[in-house]
């Protein structure tokens, strides 16, 4: 049972980074001077968000993708290729640009979570592309990961409109 939870964890590492980003929040959230407003909230998620599901997130789909290759196709669905590494290298950029963006400026933000969303919006295109042709519906094609990569992103622009929001109306 343990093996199989770790097994899911590690499969559905979106979904990991994702909860671990909101669980990092939470606790900041609690630990916020008193009155906690909603620009701190948002604050908290953001920053939160962009380091474990931009930052951490993509550097895990590197390692995966270049060093695992064989292991992230098979999981895919797909043979493996040498745009595994590229898909790899492409995933360090954005987390790097999540490690420097997620305690820093609107603008860093927007930059991180701005490009990382297209990629997992295009690529949830795709995963939808190959169920309809290919019938492939693996669990790294159809599962956990292909509604992430649609939910990630929204929830990315929600947080950055949020957090631009509060940051014209001065809510503090």
């Not at 671990?20 to 916020?32: D, P, Q, W």
């Not at 292991?71 to 669905?77: L, N, R």
């Amino acid at each position: 049972m343990i093996a199989e939870f770790i097994r899911f964890i590690l499969s559905n590492f979106t979904l990991t980074f994702l909860v671990i980003g909101l669980l990092f929040s939470l606790v900041a959230i609690l630990r916020a001077p008193k009155p906690v407003t909603a620009a701190v909230v948002v604050e908290k998620l953001i920053s939160w968000h962009v380091f474990w599901a931009i930052g951490v997130c993509f550097l895990y789909n590197f390692v995966m993708h270049s060093i695992f290759g064989k292991t992230a196709a098979a999981f895919i669905g797909w043979a493996d290729s040498p745009f595994q590494f590229e898909v790899g290298t492409a995933s360090l950029g954005f987390s790097i640009v999540g490690f420097l963006a997620a305690f820093r400026s609107f603008d860093l933000r927007l930059a991180a979570i701005v490009g990382p969303a297209f990629f997992a919006l295009g690529a949830a295109v795709g995963h939808v592309y190959q169920m309809v042709t290919e019938h492939n519906f693996a669990p790294g094609n159809a599962g956990v990961i292909f509604y992430l990569d649609i939910l990630i992103p929204l929830f990315g622009f929600l947080l950055l409109w949020l957090s631009h929001r509060f940051s014209l109306t001065g809510d503090h």
